[in-house]
């Protein structure tokens, strides 16, 4: 089984400072929808690891934000894919969790739920956290330049982008993975 980790804001969707806290704030980035369904066609388990402090901020709660999966969920299958797992922290920076990346306990939860080892596996991310999440879980660290991944070019030093792949959205980073 092949398995891919995506994170949501700045891959998936655009990304707010003020946070997604409804479905209508909740707007796919050009492609993105059709790039799951290809990694689905293509026999992907597709997972997304996510934090969402906005629970924790009181911004919104877990009913607000089950809906916006649901509705990202169904995107995706009305694209022809699937979204096997979706999987969230919904603590804030201060509250210490193992769940919050650059945690791994995310990538443990996605172990557990399908039985895979997440080592080697790509995860796509927009930022330093995404990328120091994906190493200590032992993924392959993937950054796309939508989100906040061109100031994370830009701001990073370069050990921390070291042998990490840059591609400009999710839909280029699968076609790039589909032809391997």
């Known amino acids: 089984m092949k398995l891919i980790i995506l994170d949501r804001d700045g891959v998936i969707n655009e990304d707010s400072d003020d946070y997604i806290k409804s479905v209508e704030e909740w707007i796919p980035i050009p492609g993105s929808i059709e790039a799951i369904a290809r990694l689905s066609k293509a026999g992907y388990i597709v997972t997304v690891a996510t934090n969402q402090s906005g629970i924790g901020r009181k911004l919104l709660d877990e009913y607000e934000l089950a809906v916006i999966h649901q509705s990202m969920c169904d995107r ?34 996605i172990e557990c739920e399908f039985g895979i080892s997440v080592k080697n596996v790509p995860f796509v991310g927009d930022s330093l956290t995404d990328i120091a999440a994906a190493r200590m879980a032992g993924c392959t660290p993937v950054l796309v330049r939508t989100g906040k991944g ?13 042998e990490v792949c840059a591609h400009q959205d999710l839909s280029s ?6 032809k391997q």
Do not use: M, Y
């Not at 894919?81 to 990538?107: A, Q, S, W, Y």
């Not at 980073?173 to 589909?178: A, E, I, N, P």
């Open 150 to 162: 061109v100031r994370t070019l830009l701001e990073a030093k370069p050990n921390e982008l070291a």
């Open 76 to 109: 995706v299958e009305e694209a022809g894919g699937c979204i096997n797992g979706v999987f969230f922290c919904p603590h804030r920076p201060d509250e210490g969790c193992t769940c919050r990346k650059p945690g791994i306990g995310l990538f443990t939860q």
């Open 173 to 178: 980073f699968v076609d790039s993975l589909l």
